[in-house]
């Protein structure tokens, strides 16, 4: 069935059921894999401290001690010694358990033959990668000087790019930032206020996506005590605050009409009220708006001022999708993967060169933003060694699994959707904030939604850090 292997990997098969053990064994053993198997999770224990092991299958509900028990114990060994568990049928939560432990791949009972060969064979493959990269990047560790730059780019057209920004630093001109989501529109607003001369003055920003056109005026331009119902007190808006510094318009395509008018004045005059007020003001801001949106197909249909655009337009800088500057992907992705090795403490986490070539091969519709969350979940998959490219799938793989199995389990559970959803809703959130250390901002980023809308979340299902 296979040809003779000079090596032969060590396998260690733990399970209390004989059938699975004596099954699992077999089929091991008719593939030239040296196999110790053992019954109980005490035995297993004492196989793995012995430190003969280059991979180790095992049952989770185990008598001695568990599965989990094992990862947790052997959190260490797990570097070099990839691990299966077996699991019970449609059980999500084990699963999950031991992923998050640091488990290569699970299996569930009753299992096919063929699948556990071929996880068998994926993980020895990748732990002897792993082998190699550690071996490779052992010798060149910090030669090369990194960037400590926020802000990255070698493509021409973001050199280009840092050099408007440069050239803007000390004029007030508006400024208009055009790209799809995720291209990084906002650290350029926040580079050209950060190298401009109004550095010490205020950034304000305000996302004319987030509010009603009502609330949304009142945010920008503020107003006064009773103008409007709930108007208890005075305000003082967004564009004020931001006096002697920058106003940042995000997705300025979203502006309603009348806002559009009051916007145009504002920027034509440099005067302005707040609402329901007489007083004229004058404030001294530079303005940057950004928006996804085509601006002038939305002057064609009427939907945007054309007078208005050339008001916010009077430099334009284009970030191009990912896609079109490949030369960035391995320069922000090694930058990313620095920044989680930093906050996990995992020194060892790094890129493998594989792995950087399937990241410069993907479409990446989401641009950087989207790169970044990419390699968050494959950190997370790695936890501390090099990443590899199957990283990426298992991780998505992994997502999946727990969508089809919550699939499964509603329709068969006669739950109302509304509770089914709830759960699925607790479910992810707690993944993400477990998986960010509980960090509201990064968990906010990688489910996709505001800090607000989470804070919410958190409060409605009465989330609490373990
Ligand atoms: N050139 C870059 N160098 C380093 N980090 C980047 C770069 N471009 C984007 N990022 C990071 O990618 C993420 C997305 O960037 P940003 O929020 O600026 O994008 P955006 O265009 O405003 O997205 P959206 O349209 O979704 O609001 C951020 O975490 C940002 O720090
Ligand atoms: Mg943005």
Redesign the pocket.
């Known amino acids: 069935m296979s040809t003779k292997r000079r090596t032969t990997a060590r396998i260690l098969v733990a399970d209390d059921d004989p059938t699975i053990r004596h099954n699992l064994a077999t089929l091991l053993r008719s593939e030239d894999y040296e196999v110790v198997d053992v019954a109980d999770g005490t035995a297993a224990a004492e196989q793995l401290s012995a430190g003969r092991i280059d991979l180790a299958l095992f049952d989770l509900k185990m008598p001695g001690k568990t599965g989990l028990e094992l990862l947790r114990e052997f959190e260490d060994v797990l570097e070099t010694t990839p691990v299966i568990v077996i699991t019970a049928y449609g059980g999500s939560q084990a699963a999950i358990e031991a992923m998050k432990l640091g488990a290569f791949d699970y299996i569930s009972k009753p299992f096919d033959l063929d699948e556990v060969l071929l996880t068998v064979q994926r993980a020895l493959k990748q732990q002897s990668l792993i082998a190699q990269v550690r071996a490779l990047s052992a010798g060149q560790r910090n030669t090369e000087p990194v960037p400590t730059d926020?802000?990255?780019?070698r493509a021409a057209a973001?050199l280009q790019i840092f050099k408007t920004i440069g050239r803007l630093a000390k004029t007030r001109e508006a400024v208009l930032i055009l790209?799809e989501?995720?291209?990084?529109?906002?650290?350029v607003a926040t580079a050209i206020h950060e190298s401009s001369d109004r550095a010490g003055g205020p950034f304000v920003k305000v996302n004319c996506a987030a509010l009603s056109p009502t609330l949304l005026e009142s945010e920008m331009f503020g107003h006064e005590r009773g103008s409007f119902t709930g108007a208890v007190s005075r305000r003082i808006g967004r564009f004020e605050q931001a006096h002697g510094g920058t106003f940042f318009l995000?997705e300025v395509g979203d502006l309603d009409v009348e806002l559009q008018a009051k916007l145009l004045r504002v920027l034509q005059t440099g005067q302005f009220e707040r609402v329901g007020g007489n007083e004229q003001l004058t404030v001294d801001v530079r303005v940057i708006s950004?928006t996804?949106q085509d601006l002038n197909a939305m002057v064609a249909d009427k939907r945007f001022r054309e007078d208005l655009l050339y008001r916010l337009n009077v430099v334009t800088i284009s970030?191009p999708p990912l896609r079109e500057r490949r030369e960035?992907i391995a320069l922000?992705a090694e930058?990313f993967v620095r920044q989680l090795a930093e906050k996990y403490d995992w020194p060892d986490l790094t890129l493998s060169a594989e792995a950087i070539e399937w990241l410069e091969l993907q479409p990446w519709p989401g641009n950087?933003?989207e790169l970044?969350n990419a390699l968050t979940r494959a950190a997370t998959v790695a936890r501390g060694r090099p990443i590899l490219p199957d990283d990426f799938q298992s991780s998505t793989e992994l997502a999946q699994h727990n969508r089809e199995d919550e699939g499964r389990r509603a329709a068969g559970s006669g739950l109302p959707l509304k509770e089914i959803l709830a759960e699925t809703e607790t479910r992810v959130i707690r993944q993400a904030l477990e998986q960010t250390n509980w960090n509201r901002t990064q968990a906010a980023?990688l489910l996709g939604i505001s800090r607000r809308q989470l804070f919410d979340k958190i409060r409605q299902y009465g989330l609490e850090e373990k």
């Not at 926020?150 to 780019?153: D, E, P, Q, V």
């Not at 989501?181 to 650290?187: I, N, P, R, V």
């Open positions: 926020r802000f990255l780019g973001m790209g989501s995720g291209t990084g529109k906002e650290l995000d950004a996804n970030l960035d922000l930058h950087v933003r970044q980023s």
